[in-house]
């Protein structure tokens, strides 16, 4: 079961953007909550009488996609799948905000918006695209459920081409309440210095990718994806390692073939340590990096892991911003990308040249 | 051949009936579940009826047998309750060896409680406990946890057909191997935010609706859960255990047109109708009942009335839609009507289309208006359409006989 990557579109608070870059920039930020950098305009990407009514996440959507159908030269996805763990946030509020008030007449088009499946739909009508169209919204399974069940068409054979996606936005509001969870800091943190937090909470992103997975390499083929698997409130580390394994004797690897884990470090030191303990035990000899200072913690960030991943394996190069430890291999073969969410929803994202 | 998937648990709570035994008796007597609001608090207590779930958030927890505890929402409960029923009826416990996945669909999560306590969640530091269970993630995660599932585990939201979606990855996740049997359906809870969001949309019903009717007038929303248990051939081999029917058919397609309403010639539900009977083998003609999404919108009723003459053509089967029973229970109305569809199959009958009295001038066909008993029902096609125009078809088909 597998996938190559044909294209891609993202949109992060890196510039990730209308940009054939990869990371020459990088963002620093001393803030609440890490937010993407959006195109000067939406204009080239949905027509400005729609776009009006839009809220922000869903133009993101579009665009994320858009971005990434162009560059991959499909036209018409056989399926369209996206990720989301709260869909739009900002929609939702708008009609949370006054429902004390119980009042019967609400405005329509937040309620409209505020569907978790509008991502999906929405990129449909703009493809005018009949085919098969689903929407995930299990957490940090999101995006990773949009994955395997991509994965899972091409090998049933009734999808060749499928856009797949992940995406979520934050807000000021819901920023406010999640803290009153422990989610967050309490006060702004420069990204960059992540790893010297040491501290609980973490530091809260957004961010849409859309991904053109493939059943045939082209020569626009950045990687392939070899497998997506998930593992629900694991008995301890050895289980993890268990599946890990079993995963790579799948595709006829080993421990050793690794030559790079992403991990989904988010710098809230009650949720890391598994992180350093997990590399620890099974990848000691292994280049490790992390990503999360650059994209923040967001239910649907390893589509943010999967873009580095992608870029890595095509440019053979690893950006110095993201290393974790100091081994170097060369070439880069295959990405295994770990993401836990304290320690309910793990996931691996296992990507290769 | 691909491998086969058989139903071997059915599990349901609705506003007519609080398990199986009880929403057949009410599919039998005609009695509908739509009514005053009961439960909801909310000001549109007498001028806009729906079906509740008969149960007070306390008697939600007495049924799923839980102690009363702070961050269950109502929706968390009506899933374990109904997704307990199926995993009992497929004795999932008894034969603990196959991988078991569970795939759930809602929309407003836990909404229920969150629309209640949203303010706190701005204010003061109350009601924190509830802020973490209001996205769809929590009642499938909690269900997981009472049945003890690990195996596979995600939650699916496409609005209206969102727990057919679930059934149909359940299926596709079996006949691939990754899992051996799923629990798969889906929950919803009435929320103000949801009834005042159709009620904003101006599509629903102040009286009992009318799916089909010429002078139908929108939707009564509903709530419940219902899950099914699919399972692949061998673990049914390897148990022993009766089975219920086949799912034979499944298709997803989507309409492309607008975001909350169907096209005029419904694209998407013919093309997920047409997808699902290809899927399956059979010829329309094989088909001996359709369940219609049949919401009594407008708008649907042609779009999907439409979509069947096309793909049915002169000879369309039975048609009725069952929501004048239960209320529209979106995101769990494609499982809740998977199984009323079932119900047709294991009592030889097809349930009416209460309410109707004058067909639409738009349609050939007309829903049938009385409870027909003895009528060989040996393939159901139940149709699930959402906002989106995400539209999901699926077909069960009775079991004569089956050798282990």
Redesign the interface.
Known sequence: MSAFINGIGIISPQKTVETEDFLMEIMEYESDYLKCIEPASYKPYIDPIQSRRMSRLIKIGITSAKTCLNESGCTMPDAIITGTGLGSVEDTEKILGTIHLDQPFLNPTPFMQSTYNTISSQIAIQLKCHNYNSTYVHRTFSFESSLQDALLQIKEGTAKDILAGGIDEMTLNHLAITRRRGHWKNKPVKNLEMLKWNSPGSLAGEGSGFFLLSADKTNKTYAFIRDVKTIYKPANLDEIAQRVNSMLAASELGISDIDLVLLGINGDNRNDPLYHEFARSLFPDTPLAYYKHLCGEYHTASCFALWLAANIIQRQTVPDVIRLNDLHREPVRNVLIYNQYYNVNHSFILVSK | MPRRIFVTGLGIITGIGNNLAATKDSLFHLRTGIGKIQFLQ???RD?IPVSEVKCSLEECFHLAAIPVTEGYSRNALLGIIAAKQAYEDARIGDFPGPRTGLISAT?V?GMDR??LY??D??TN?SR?VY??SY???DS??KI??VLGI?D????????CSSSA?AIQ?GA??I??G?IDRVVAGGTETLT???L??F???KILDKEPCKPFDEKRNGINLGEGAAYLVLESEESVKQSGKPVICELTGWG?????????ASSPDG??AY?AMKKTIDMSGLKVANIDYINAHGTGTDNNDISEGRAIEKLFGAKVPPVSSTKPYTGHTTSAAGATEAIISILCMLEQVIWPNLNFSEPMKELHFTPVRELIKNIKVSHVMTNSF?????DTSLIFSRVLSFKC
């Open positions: 909310t000001n549109l001028e929309t999560g969150c629309e949203y303010q969640f701005l530091d924190n802020i973490d996205d769809c993630a499938t995660e997981a946890d690990k596979y585990l995600t939650t699916i939201s496409t609005a979606n990855l596709r996740m006949r691939n990754d103000k935010f949801h005042n969001g009620n904003a949309l997803n397609s989507c309409e492309a047109f607008h975001q909350t694209i998407g093309l959402g906002f989106g125009g995400n």
